[in-house]
């Protein structure tokens, strides 16, 4: 069996590089979705807005219709 996937959004900032990383893992579905764009959102808008957002997924494990 393997392990279970992290679930939740995840945001961690380099101030190196001014890049914003927000991991995905677990399911998708609406309320991810919804807490993905208010973390990604709130980066953008604060005092120091990252030049550069990656979303990584790899921990993903499904995604619903209504987390797209």
């Known amino acids: 069996m393997s392990a279970p996937h992290p679930t939740g959004v995840r945001p961690s ?7 914003l990383t927000v991991r ?4 998708l579905d609406d309320a991810c979705g919804a807490e993905l764009t208010a973390v990604v ?5 604060g005092p120091a807005p990252p030049r550069a957002v990656r979303l990584d997924f790899r921990d993903l494990a499904g ?3 209504l987390g797209l």
């Open 41 to 45: 959102v709130a980066h953008l808008t």
């Open 63 to 65: 995604i619903e219709p």
């Open 24 to 27: 995905v893992g677990g399911e």
């Open 13 to 19: 900032a380099d101030p190196r590089t001014a890049t």
